[in-house]
């Protein structure tokens, strides 16, 4: 089958209020081949009655009757797409700063973050909150596309100079590796070909199309190997022989899990080794990160869920490893809020961090960012909605953490208002490294 | 009145078998990143809601659904009930292939149908053959006030339509059924908010991510049977409005109108009178693949006779509460 080897990239994309991302997704979309005819006919009708003589392609990523009216993306759009190369998913986010969480929402699970700016307009401020936004959520990849080229006559000085001036922020910001292309949306300069028509624009320009990039970009996540396998449910029925072991129901966040292999279980720390490893396809003596499996044990331990399953101590020692979790009540984070009430440090929020809900306060809001400057300034004691900020949480039982950094399916928790469920904030945990 | 469908053990019309395969392909790393998604959610979703549903329909996501959930808790019994809101507007295959895979894997079905909102005065119809879809919403938030479900898991896929789009995998509904597109609960990394206060309830979309390609892939590698009717056979059609309209006693010829025997399939099932098939000659899974990936419509608008009215219908319809 033709698309057994290929593998899925996840991006997202952002920019300001007409920088031209909706016209940019068309393209892609429209230049690659992905636009349905029904889709393009809905299109082509909406873009008559707006008087438009050609297609708007922008019009294909409106969603919402809102968001029609209005003009712009309020909430995250997802759409596929694929090439002979690879399969797509797009977080289409919205880069109007009261909808950030939104778009921090679509970035998470983002493995190429692509960050808009207009050539004739250069870095504004929400620029800067979106590459503040990839920082935060560790997006391994990060691309401006310089969009409206041709505004600019395809300027390669206009190009160049919004380059150095992202450079800057990518360095204030920590991002690990960006990429700045240049592009024209409207006419397709530089996104799926490097030429409209025959005419090259961007002559100058040695880097790949925006297409070629996603297509060969190498985006995998450098992620701990250490075991973490959270238990999400017990089973109700018995494995074994004798129908005496209960089955723990999981997924393997990172790490592999073997039978035979000795585990911890936290928080009680007991130890127990692997007895099977069960899917509906057949048991197995090896599973990896990733995959949901069904985890038995040698001996019965009073285990339920929240419960975590890791490297067992003697077996890292033995590896020359030190990868056990590290078990604190408090926690220093990295968080952006998003809920609608600013942040109250008198009240409790719920914690939820793999499959463990417990109670938090926050004990000090210790900076946020001026997403101005981008440089930390006095937290004061609140976080207002889209602000980001480093808190330090009191937690009412110890959790099992690695930084965010390190550990990407184990780093990060969200905080949920217990009076009106809201998912309020979205954090990534810091530690001190152990390594160096 | 309804009640949960009696099934007994028959041979079952209506069941095709899926020919042409003798070797089980290879599950692409895509296919089981998608089922490894789907599986932690529906676990996830288990566990932190009191009292969750299926719903269950008989089209192909939905049976996708049923084999995702087979995968997060065999060899249990499922930890909730399959549900099918029954608009009795039905392709009778469809029906058959429900009540078949229930009493198959031994699953709890509850049905509840237009016919008894109908009959209790709480859906009225202007003319008794209208499209039913837009009234299920009454009868399935009926249901979910009935056995106090708080969390209902759907086949949905983002990449059926706009406004399904823009919906998150924990989808909030207020205790009327609505969705506030404009106020959604943001959604990170793996981590969902299922809480909900007494009386609203949870969407749950597991294979949101899956294109209409994932599921033909996953149904060949799994080997899963689908009700007859998605593979291509000759069926009595009338043309109008530029889409194939299947002639049946809810959908017959009209005056001044000529039916035509076509070769067809079709690639959604719902109410007989708002769903048509396409022209196809794809006889098996592997030729629905082959079709699926050269298709130049979108799998609503080749299908659906009602969505077509606005751009904006079908969000309207999940605002109010609709699937
Ligand atoms: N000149 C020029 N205009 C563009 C380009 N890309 C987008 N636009 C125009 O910029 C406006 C805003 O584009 P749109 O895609 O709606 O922006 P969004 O708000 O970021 O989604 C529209 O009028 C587009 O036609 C481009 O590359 N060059």
Request: net charge negative.
């Amino acid at each position: 089958m033709q698309t057994e080897t290929i593998s899925t990239l996840r991006f997202s994309t952002a920019g300001s209020v007409d920088d031209g991302k909706s016209t940019l997704i068309g393209r892609l979309l429209f230049d690659s081949k992905s636009i349905f005819e029904d889709q393009l006919l809905s299109i082509g009708n909406a873009s008559t009655k707006r008087g438009h003589a050609k297609i708007d392609l922008s019009l294909l990523t409106d969603g919402l009757t809102a968001e029609r009216e209005q003009g712009i993306t309020i909430d995250v759009a997802y759409r596929y797409f694929a090439t002979d190369k690879r399969r797509f998913i797009i977080a289409d986010t919205p880069g109007h700063e009261q909808f950030t969480r939104n778009m921090v929402t679509g970035t998470s699970t983002a493995q190429v973050a692509i960050v808009l700016a207009d050539a004739s307009k250069g870095i504004l401020s929400q620029t800067r909150r979106h590459a503040a936004v990839a920082a935060l959520l560790g997006t391994p990849k990060v691309v401006l596309a310089i969009n409206k080229m041709d505004l600019v006559g395809f300027d390669q000085t206009v190009f160049e100079k919004i380059k150095a001036d992202f450079e800057v922020i990518a360095k204030d910001l920590g991002l690990a590796s960006v990429t700045v292309l240049p592009i024209s949306a409207l006419n397709g300069d530089n996104v799926v070909s490097k030429t409209v028509e025959d005419v090259n624009n961007l002559a100058w320009f040695q880097g790949p199309t925006l297409l070629e990039y996603l297509e060969t970009v190498d985006a995998s996540r450098v992620n701990s190997t250490a075991l973490r396998f959270p238990v999400q449910l017990v089973s109700r029925v018995k494995f074994g022989a004798n129908k005496e072991h209960r089955g723990y129901l999981g997924q393997i966040e990172s790490g592999t899990v073997r039978v035979g292999e000795t585990i911890t279980v936290l928080p009680s720390n007991e130890q127990a080794q692997i007895l099977e490893i069960i899917t509906v396809d057949g048991n197995r003596d090896v599973a990896y990160a990733g995959e949901a499996v069904t985890l038995t044990l040698n001996r019965q331990l009073d285990i339920s869920r929240g419960d975590l399953f890791v490297n067992a101590a003697t077996e890292n020692a033995a590896a020359g490893l030190d990868d056990a979790p590290q078990s604190n009540s408090t926690i220093t984070a990295n968080v952006c809020w998003l809920g609608n009430q600013p942040l109250d440090m008198n009240r409790r929020y719920l914690l939820k961090h793999l499959t463990r809900s417990i109670r938090a306060v926050v004990q000090a809001v210790e900076s946020k960012i001026d997403i101005e400057t981008l440089r930390p300034i006095d937290g004061g004691t609140s976080l207002k909605a889209n602000e980001i900020g480093r808190l330090k949480l009191n937690c009412a039982q110890p959790l099992f953490l690695d930084a965010y950094a390190d550990n990407y399916a184990t780093g990060c928790f969200i905080l949920i208002d217990e009076t009106t469920n809201a998912t309020v904030a979205a954090g990534t945990i810091l530690l001190e490294h152990k390594h160096d | 009145m309804s009640t949960s469908a009696v099934l007994e053990k028959k041979p079952i019309e209506g069941v095709e078998r899926v020919e042409g395969i003798t070797t089980k392909p290879l599950k692409s790393p895509h296919l089981r990143a998608l089922e490894a998604e789907a599986i932690h959610i529906m676990r996830e979703t288990i566990a932190e809601s009191r009292n969750p549903a299926l719903l269950f329909s008989g089209g192909k996501d939905s049976i996708v659904m049923l084999r995702l959930a087979e995968k997060a808790f065999r060899p249990d019994s499922f930890p909730f009930p399959l549900l099918h809101i029954d608009t009795e507007h039905n392709f009778p295959e469809v029906i058959t292939f429900r009540d078949f895979r229930a009493q198959q894997l031994g699953e709890r079905l509850i049905v509840r149908s237009l016919e008894d909102s109908i009959a209790k005065g709480r859906i009225v119809l202007r003319t008794p053959d209208e499209v039913r879809n837009v009234h299920q919403t009454i009868t399935l938030l009926d249901a979910i006030k009935e056995f106090e479900f708080d969390a209902l898991f759907g086949g949905a896929r983002r990449d059926e339509e706009k406004s399904r789009a823009k919906e998150r995998i924990v989808s909030h509904r207020d205790s009327w059924g609505q969705w506030d597109p404009k106020n959604q609960r943001p959604e990170l990394w793996n981590l969902y908010n299922l809480r909900v206060n007494p009386g609203e309830h949870v969407r749950v979309f597991p294979i949101s991510n899956w294109t209409e390609l994932d599921i033909w892939q996953y149904i060949d590698v799994e080997q899963i049977a689908v009700p007859k009717i998605y593979f291509a056979h000759d069926r009595e059609v009338v043309i109008r409005k530029g889409a194939l309209v299947p002639v049946s006693v809810l959908t017959p010829v009209r005056a001044g109108e000529q039916s035509v025997i076509k070769r067809v399939r079709f690639r959604t099932v719902g109410d007989v009178t708002c769903t048509a098939p396409v022209e196809s000659d794809a006889a098996t899974v592997q030729e629905i693949i082959e079709e699926t990936m050269l298709a130049r419509l979108t799998e609503r608008g080749a299908t659906r006779l009602d969505d077509q009215t606005s751009d904006a219908a079908m969000e309207q319809r999940k605002k109010e509460g609709y699937f």
